[in-house]
C-alpha cells in the first residue's frame, strides 16, 4: 500500500517535472514563396483541403491544440512535426526539383486515396482534418492532372 | 523533510533510469536490424538464379572504367531490389533499398558536365527517396515506390551509360502503365510477382 502512494506521488512529481521542459514551436510569420500555394495554381476546395488536413505536420506553420501546453503530448506533437516536414514539407515544395515535386505528387495522392494520410490519429482529434470520399475524389483528380503537367 | 528527501531522489532515479532504459531500447533495435540483414543474406544465398546474378557474372568479365562502375553498383543494387520483388521477398526487397541508398551515394560526378551533374544530383536525390523507403515499407508500398525509382535509374543510365545490355520492359496493367529495367529479355514482372509473373513486353533495350 505505501508503494503504491509512493509511487503515484512519483509519478505526479515526474509528470510535474516535465512540464518545465521547453519545446520549440514550428511557427513562422515568413509566407514562403516556396510555398505549394505559389507553386501551383490551387483550386479554393483543394487549399482548404490541404490547410486543414495537411499543413499542421507537412509545412513551416502549425496550428497548435491547446494540449499542446501539456507533457509528454507536446512531445509527440513535435516529434509527428517533425517527421512529417522531412518527408514532405509544403512550405517548401517549390525549392524542390521537379523531379522530386512529380515523385511527392504521386505520394501525396495515393496516400490520401488509400486513406493512409491524414494518420488515424491526427483525424480522430482534428475530426475536421478528415477527408470524406468526395474530398479525396477531387483531391486525387486534381493532383493527376498537375502531375501530368509536369 | 527526510520523506520529502527521500521522494526527491527516488524521482531523480526513476527519471534517470527511464533515459537510461529509453537509450538501450534503442540499441537493442539496432541490434535487431543487424539479425535480420543476416538472416536474408542467408536466405539470398539459396536463392535460384537470378539474372542480377548472371548480371554479375559478366561483370567480372566486362573492362568497366573507373566512371561507370560507380553506376554500375547502383545498377546491380536495382536490380537485384527488382529480383526480390519479382520474387514476391519483401524483406530482400528492403536491404536491397537500404544498399541502394548507399551505393547512389558514391556515385561519382566529376566527369560530368554542369548540365549532367545537376540532373544527376536531382536524380540521386529522388533515388535516395524512393530506395529509403523501400527499406522500410510494405511490399505494396515498395512496388509503388518501385515504380518512381525504374525512372529514375533509366534516366541516370541515360546519362552514364551501363557496361551491359540492359531491357526496358513495360506492363500496362500496374498503375496506368509501368516500366522496369532488366538484363534479361523474358518478362518476369516485378510489379505483380507471381500473381501475374509474365505480364508485360519489352520496350526497348539500352547499351
Given at each position: 500500500m505505501k508503494i503504491v502512494k509512493i509511487l503515484g506521488l512519483v509519478l505526479v512529481a515526474a509528470f510535474v517535472v516535465i512540464q518545465f521542459v521547453p519545446t520549440s514551436l514550428n511557427q513562422s510569420d515568413v509566407i514562403s514563396t516556396e510555398d505549394f500555394m505559389s507553386t501551383y495554381k490551387v483550386p479554393q476546395q483543394i487549399e482548404t483541403i490541404l490547410k486543414t488536413s495537411?499543413?499542421?505536420?507537412?509545412?513551416?506553420n502549425t496550428k497548435y491544440p491547446w494540449y499542446n501546453k501539456i507533457q509528454p503530448i507536446a512531445w509527440v506533437i513535435e516529434d509527428h512535426v517533425k517527421v512529417g516536414k522531412e518527408e514532405l514539407n509544403l512550405s517548401e515544395f517549390g525549392s524542390y526539383s521537379k523531379r522530386r515535386q512529380k515523385s511527392k505528387l504521386k505520394s501525396i495522392g495515393s496516400q490520401i486515396e488509400d486513406g493512409e494520410m491524414p494518420l488515424s490519429s491526427y483525424a480522430l482529434i482534428h475530426r475536421d482534418a478528415k477527408i470524406s470520399e468526395d474530398e479525396k475524389r477531387l483531391m486525387v483528380e486534381w493532383i493527376n492532372k498537375i502531375i501530368d503537367s509536369l | 523533510m527526510r520523506k520529502m528527501k527521500a521522494i526527491i531522489g527516488f524521482v531523480l532515479i526513476t527519471l534517470t533510469l527511464s533515459v537510461v532504459s529509453c537509450k538501450e531500447s534503442k540499441t537493442n533495435e539496432a541490434a535487431d536490424n543487424g539479425t535480420a540483414v543476416e538472416t536474408s543474406e542467408v536466405e539470398k544465398e539459396s536463392h535460384k538464379h537470378s539474372d542480377s546474378e548472371m548480371k554479375h557474372d559478366k561483370n567480372k568479365t566486362a573492362n568497366s572504367d573507373q566512371k561507370s562502375s560507380k553506376a554500375e553498383a547502383i545498377i546491380s543494387n536495382y536490380l537485384k531490389m527488382k529480383d526480390a520483388l519479382v520474387a514476391d521477398d519483401e524483406k530482400e526487397a528492403a536491404k536491397m533499398g537500404a544498399e541502394l541508398a548507399v551505393s547512389l551515394k558514391s556515385l561519382?560526378?566529376?566527369?560530368?558536365?554542369e548540365a549532367q551533374q545537376k540532373e544527376l544530383r536531382e536524380i540521386i536525390e529522388s533515388a535516395t527517396e524512393h530506395a529509403e523507403h523501400i527499406a522500410k515499407s510494405h511490399m505494396d508500398h515498395q512496388r509503388e515506390h518501385f515504380k518512381g525509382l525504374s525512372v529514375d535509374i533509366t534516366d541516370m543510365i541515360a546519362i552514364t551509360g551501363t557496361s551491359i545490355t540492359l531491357y526496358e520492359q513495360f506492363c500496362p496493367m500496374y498503375d496506368k502503365g509501368s516500366a522496369w529495367l532488366s538484363v534479361s529479355n523474358e518478362v518476369r514482372n516485378p510489379y505483380y510477382g507471381s500473381k501475374m509473373l509474365k505480364c508485360g513486353k519489352v520496350q526497348k533495350e539500352i547499351y
Open positions: 495537411c499543413y499542421d505536420c507537412h509545412s513551416n | 561519382s560526378l566529376n566527369e560530368f558536365n
